[in-house]
C-alpha cells in the first residue's frame, strides 16, 4: 500500500489467482499512489447498467444487470445459470460468519445497487488491469512444484498470457450487490496504531449429491467470501484440475517492478515495513488454512517461504494461540539497500 495511513485502500489491492492445482491471495501495489488512481476516468459505462454511483474518493460504480456482467463473456458460461449462494456451507468458516462487520466502500455514502445487480468499478486510464504474464519467479516455483514444460499441468496454458484482475476478464460469477472489486475500502490500518484485519475464505461449495461415502469432486463451485458476505465464485465447469481438488496453496505479496528511472521501483509492499517490526508495522496473513476432502480446516503444514529480493521485500512466518500460522510480509522498495 502506498501510505498506511490512507484513508481507504484498493479493494484490488487484493489480488486472487490460481497457481497449479491451488490459488494464492496476493496483496498487490503496482506503483502508483492512490491519489494517481483517481485523475482519469474512462467515460464508456459497462454494458448492462441500470445505475451508476460516483463516489467521494472518485471511484465511478455501475450497477449491472447480474446477468449481463463480463463472466458471461466467457464461451463455457454463455448458457450459465447464476448460482446465488453454495448448495451447501463448508464446515470450518464460522470465523468468517463471526466476523459480520461489513465491508464499507466509499461509494456507499451515495448509494446502493438495485437487487438483481453487481456493482462494477469503472475502469480508469491509468490503472490497466489487461491481462498479463505472471512473474518469472512463479514460473521457477512452479516448476518445482510439478513439470513447467507439460501444459496439461496448468490450468490454461502455464501463466504464458492468461489470467487478469478484478472482473477484467470473464470467468468469474459475482452475486454481491454491495461489494466492488477494485473500489476502495474502509478504514485501514494505521502503522503503530489500531489494525483492520479482512477475513477472506476461497471455498469449494459442496452439492447437492454430497455425502461422506461418496463425494464427486468435480461438483461445486470455488466461492469467495470477504468478512461474511459470499462475493460470488468461480464456476467449476471453466475448470481441468481446479474443478476438483487443488494439490498446493501459496500465499504472498507481488509488485510490479519495470526499473523506472534505470533502478528498482519505489512500490511499497504491505505497510512498507520489514516483517521484524512485526504487529502494528508490518502487514500480515494470519490464521492461514486449507479444507481437507471432509471440509474441515487444518492448519498449513511444510510452508517453503519463497523470497526473490530479501532486501527489497521480505518475509517471516510464524504460529501462536493468537494468530494460528502467520507472517509479516513487505518492505520498502527502493533504498540503499534494495537497488
Known amino acids: 500500500m502506498a501510505d498506511w495511513n490512507d484513508k481507504s485502500i484498493k479493494l484490488g489491492d487484493y ?6 492445482l ?6 498487490f501495489v503496482d506503483g502508483r499512489g492512490v491519489d494517481q488512481f483517481m485523475k482519469k476516468r474512462e467515460l464508456p459505462m459497462h454494458e448492462g447498467t441500470v445505475k451508476t454511483i460516483e463516489s467521494e474518493d472518485g471511484d465511478v460504480i455501475d450497477c449491472v444487470d447480474i446477468r449481463k456482467q463480463p463472466a458471461f463473456n466467457h464461451p463455457l458460461l454463455k448458457n450459465h445459470t447464476v448460482q446465488i449462494k453454495p448448495h451447501a456451507q463448508s464446515r470450518g468458516i464460522d470465523e468468517a460468519e463471526n466476523n459480520p462487520n461489513m465491508l464499507f466502500q466509499s461509494w456507499h455514502k451515495n448509494g446502493e445497487c438495485p437487487e438483481g445487480t453487481v456493482p462494477l468499478l469503472r475502469r480508469t486510464q491509468n490503472f490497466n488491469h489487461s491481462r498479463r504474464s505472471y512473474p518469472a519467479f512463479l514460473h521457477k516455483k512452479v516448476a518445482q512444484l510439478n513439470d513447467v514444460n507439460n501444459p496439461s499441468n496448468h490450468e490454461s496454458d502455464g501463466y504464458q498470457s492468461t ?5 477484467d476478464c470473464p470467468g468469474f ?21 489500531e489494525q483492520r484485519d479482512i477475513s477472506i475464505v476461497i471455498h469449494k ?3 447437492n449429491s454430497y455425502s461422506h461415502s461418496h463425494f464427486n469432486n468435480n ?5 469467495l467470501q470477504v468478512q461474511d458476505q459470499l462475493v460470488g465464485y468461480w464456476p467449476s465447469s471453466i475448470f481441468t484440475h481446479l474443478a476438483g481438488t487443488s494439490d498446493a496453496i501459496s500465499w504472498g505479496g507481488e509488485i510490479v517492478n519495470n526499473q523506472p528511472n534505470g533502478h528498482h521501483t519505489s512500490t511499497q509492499m504491505g505497510s512498507g515495513h520489514f516483517p521484524n517490526e512485526a504487529y502494528g508495522k508490518a502487514s500480515y496473513f494470519t490464521k492461514l488454512g ?8 487444518k492448519d498449513p503444514e511444510n510452508l517453503e517461504p519463497f523470497v526473490t529480493r530479501p532486501p527489497c521485500y521480505d ?5 501462536d494461540n493468537k494468530f494460528g500460522v502467520f507472517f509479516y510480509f513487505g518492505g520498502p522498495g527502493y533504498s540503499a539497500n534494495c537497488q
Not at 452475486?175 to 502503522?191: D, F, H, M, Q, W
Request: charged content about 15%; proline content about 2%.
Open 15 to 20: 489480488k486472487f489467482f490460481l497457481i497449479l
Open 22 to 27: 491451488s490459488h494464492m491471495l496476493i496483496t
Open 163 to 167: 489470467g487478469c484482475y478484478n472482473l
Open 173 to 193: 460469477v459475482q452475486t454481491n450487490k454491495n461489494i466492488a472489486l477494485g473500489g476502495s475500502i474502509e478504514p485501514v490500518s494505521k502503522y503503530g496504531g
Open 205 to 207: 461449495a459442496r452439492s
Open 219 to 223: 461438483d461445486g463451485n470455488w466461492w
Open 290 to 297: 486449507y479444507f481437507d476432502e471432509g471440509n474441515n480446516v
Open 315 to 319: 518475509l517471516r512466518t510464524g504460529k
